[in-house]
């Protein structure tokens, strides 16, 4: 089925606001098992509106417009889809009384504009919106099917997922049931993930399980999208293969699904009744903003410091004139990590050092990292030396820091080797 | 002029990266002036390739494509372009010698498949790209002019302003010269800078001075592009608007151009000398995030420190037991800061502190902010109340802190009302 995407408004179109949708909804059909070949991005003109739709109608067999269904004059997805398919704009009386309760749940009198909301090419199907008042409506044009969709990013999405996915699939005549699986990486490069996961398509040999990944450096997720003809037997196919990718990939898989590795990091520490002390340098705060504004980290995360300055950052967790200048070392590392420790009265403490390269920011600008993780009785360190430039090895750093404190956690190597440091 | 963008590359067709480029290259054509009125996407296909360059060649005038000049198998641009054009693909030997000693240069040897970028469309002009090796070219297809780009951003960045854009003003008849003005103000809405500016434009009659806005929370970027035959003609006629800004967003206005409030904030405490100290809550150490990073700030961020526990926060500060169970208030705050800045030994502190209101993450959730800045011999409070649910409260948050230190560093009355806190 050749899917072509329309994404039409003056802010998309003149670049005030990223094109967000698009991606989304183009990743969203893939990880469905549809693919789209064409995109369009017109903006709030009716001429150019009426030849893209045009256009589309003659080339896809399917059409996403996303946009113009608002209440303002310069929206006219409805007025523009109804000229181009041949029929008149009629009053849907129930999309109009579902926006009138819509406005009285809110205690509000629906102003008069809102009822262009409420007009929709004749012969349209509606496609609901329960969180807005854009209607979304679906019709033929030329010789492809058009599904109309609100610009506000959650009304897309959920009419995406809930109304045109199960339809698009519907007609593609692929099986009905759909699953992914997605699992977060981090620490494996992304040829590396490839390399390791060979051959997993393969075991289940309808090729119902598709196998695709995202990199958003420095992690890697690896999305598993099983088909079948319901649920039962998505998970029959979907269970050898995602069994399969935990064992290549064993520790390095560090969260699933919606889940984030500082989410994983809070629920570990949660786990183990413990609280943390976190000490930065160069990443200057990042740990602590990963993890310190989780809903439930008002009780695990005690304290975070930062400072710049070997004196500064010895000074800052009690221990001022503790060690001469220089390099840091593995056992300034522990010994900070023990203070600020003991210091905030918690059960762990992550410290995260770093000793940037000398010169400027350049892409081979490296930096030295010391990890070290403190408890009442125990202390481990790990030193990675990244190359990159100073974003690369904050970013970098961040990660290795959560990334050593969750295997730490549940009890796995703390320095396994990853792809990104060198040797 | 009407010009059109075609994006290139399954990896955007897919969604699997967000094409910043199509609005990175959209605003930068708005801010010199001109318009995008069509945007495509396609994937690395030959047939779509050649379909969108013939759609593009018969509806515009001029035409940007995006990507395809890499070296590989699936970079199509080049020869899908000849065939459009109807023209041959040729060596060109200045670029293959450009390649080489490109490679040379990195102490590498040119690998064999680099030479299919230094094939072009017979009779196509180079755009030169000092910093890669994608050749850029510009050639006719149909009516219109187009200009082949590389995918890779910073090379597209300089050759869209070094190459193109200049090229394009001068076919579209445009004056010559072109100058981009910004202002980037905090704590007015994007409305209220638009009411504020009413009638800036027409104080230069023949319009060659335009007015633009982008918000990006909790920040908006007031943009004055102006035009005129040299850069003397340019400046004479924006003089009198960017006064007039000035004057009207008066102490909102926080930095210019390419400055950010950080870079401000870290520039005015170098410029006296200062040093600094910073406390936070809820914000968790972004805001030491956006300072202690910058170059300079090694000498300047003495020290940072994250709390969500209020017992926490003043043992963190060596005030453990200074004060009993509540909510926050201007005493507390002003101790906090006062401690962070003896304790560090730093001649500033911030403090940021939150109470978040009780109750689950929703969008009228909201949270009271104290800023309170310390120097050896005085000490300022202020009290915000920003509802906007938890991100939004910690982004306006970061926003209020760093500039309330600006305001302090410059002079400026720290507890002007901004547009985003409840009265």
Same mark, same amino acid.
């Given at each position: 089925?050749?899917?072509?995407?329309?994404?039409?408004?003056?802010?998309?179109?003149?670049?005030?606001?990223?094109?967000?949708?698009?991606?989304?909804?183009?990743?969203?059909?893939?990880?469905?098992?549809?693919?789209?070949?064409?995109?369009?991005?017109?903006?709030?003109?009716?001429?150019?509106?009426?030849?893209?739709?045009?256009?589309?109608?003659?080339?896809?067999?399917?059409?996403?417009?996303?946009?113009?269904?608002?209440?303002?004059?310069?929206?006219?997805?409805?007025?523009?889809?109804?000229?181009?398919?041949?029929?008149?704009?009629?009053?849907?009386?129930?999309?109009?009384?579902?926006?009138?309760?819509?406005?009285?749940?809110?205690?509000?009198?629906?102003?008069?504009?809102?009822?262009?909301?409420?007009?929709?090419?004749?012969?349209?199907?509606?496609?609901?919106?329960?969180?807005?008042?854009?209607?979304?409506?679906?019709?033929?044009?030329?010789?492809?099917?058009?599904?109309?969709? !609100? #610009?506000?990013?959650?009304?897309? $999405? /959920?009419?995406?997922?809930?109304?045109?996915?199960?339809? +698009? %699939? @519907?007609?593609? =005549?692929?099986?009905?049931?759909?699953?992914?699986?997605?699992?977060?990486?981090?620490?494996?490069?992304?040829?590396?993930?490839?390399?390791?996961?060979?051959?997993?398509?393969?075991?289940?040999?309808?090729?119902?399980?598709?196998?695709?990944?995202?990199?958003?450096?420095?992690?890697?997720?690896?999305?598993?999208?099983?088909?079948?003809?319901?649920?039962?037997?998505?998970?029959?196919?979907?269970?050898?293969?995602?069994?399969?990718?935990?064992?290549?990939?064993?520790?390095?898989?560090?969260?699933?699904?919606?889940?984030?590795?500082?989410?994983?990091?809070?629920?570990?520490?949660?786990?183990?009744?413990?609280?943390?002390?976190?000490?930065?340098?160069?990443?200057?705060?990042?740990?602590?903003?990963?993890?310190?504004?989780? !809903? #439930?980290?008002?009780?695990?995360? $005690? /304290?975070?410091?930062?400072?710049?300055?070997?004196?500064? +950052? %010895? @000074?800052?967790? =009690?221990?001022?004139?503790?060690?001469?200048?220089?390099?840091?070392?593995?056992?300034?590392?522990?010994?900070?990590?023990?203070?600020?420790?003991?210091?905030?009265?918690?059960?762990?403490?992550?410290?995260?050092?770093?000793?940037?390269?000398?010169?400027?920011?350049?892409?081979?600008?490296?930096?030295?990292?010391?990890?070290?993780?403190?408890?009442?009785?125990?202390?481990?360190?790990?030193?990675?030396?990244?190359?990159?430039?100073?974003?690369?090895?904050?970013?970098?750093?961040?990660?290795?820091?959560?990334?050593?404190?969750?295997?730490?956690?549940?009890?796995?190597?703390?320095?396994?080797?990853?792809?990104?440091?060198?040797?």
């Amino acid at each position: 089925m050749r899917i072509e995407i329309i994404c039409t408004g003056d802010e998309v179109l003149t670049g005030k606001i990223v094109n967000t949708n698009f991606s989304y909804m183009s990743q969203k059909l893939e990880d469905a098992g549809l693919s789209v070949f064409w995109g369009t991005t017109v903006g709030d003109d009716r001429d150019s509106l009426l030849q893209a739709f045009r256009l589309a109608g003659e080339r896809a067999d399917a059409v996403i417009v996303n946009g113009g269904l608002g209440p303002t004059v310069d929206d006219l997805s409805q007025e523009v889809a109804a000229q181009a398919g041949g029929v008149d704009l009629v009053l849907d009386e129930e999309w109009l009384a579902r926006m009138e309760a819509f406005f009285t749940r809110r205690s509000r009198v629906m102003p008069p504009n809102n009822r262009k909301q409420a007009m929709l090419p004749a012969g349209a199907e509606i496609l609901d919106n329960p969180i807005g008042t854009a209607c979304g409506f679906s019709m033929d044009i030329g010789k492809a099917r058009f599904f109309f969709t !609100p #610009g506000v990013p959650r009304e897309l $999405r /959920r009419m995406l997922e809930e109304q045109i996915i199960p339809r +698009l %699939l @519907a007609r593609s =005549g692929a099986p009905t049931s759909i699953f992914l699986k997605r699992l977060h990486s981090y620490g494996l490069g992304e040829s590396h993930v490839d390399t390791l996961l060979a051959g997993v398509e393969a075991m289940v040999p309808d090729g119902s399980v598709k196998l695709g990944f995202r990199a958003h450096y420095p992690q890697i997720e690896t999305k598993l999208t099983a088909r079948g003809t319901d649920m039962g037997d998505v998970r029959r196919k979907l269970a050898p293969v995602e069994a399969a990718v935990h064992e290549r990939l064993g520790n390095f898989i560090v969260a699933e699904d919606d889940q984030t590795l500082e989410g994983v990091v809070l629920a570990a520490l949660t786990g183990h009744q413990a609280t943390l002390a976190v000490v930065e340098t160069f990443t200057a705060g990042q740990i602590a903003a990963r993890i310190a504004p989780l !809903p #439930g980290a008002e009780m695990i995360f $005690r /304290r975070g410091a930062v400072a710049r300055d070997r004196a500064q +950052l %010895l @000074a800052a967790v =009690g221990r001022a004139g503790a060690a001469p200048d220089g390099e840091f070392t593995a056992e300034v590392a522990a010994a900070v990590a023990q203070a600020a420790r003991s210091g905030a009265d918690a059960t762990h403490a992550l410290a995260v050092l770093i000793d940037l390269d000398e010169g400027s920011d350049r892409i081979d600008l490296g930096g030295t990292i010391w990890v070290a993780i403190a408890t009442t009785d125990d202390v481990v360190c790990r030193r990675a030396r990244i190359l990159g430039g100073r974003e690369w090895i904050r970013l970098g750093a961040v990660e290795l820091g959560l990334d050593c404190l969750r295997r730490y956690l549940q009890g796995l190597p703390v320095a396994e080797r990853i792809d990104f440091e060198k040797v």
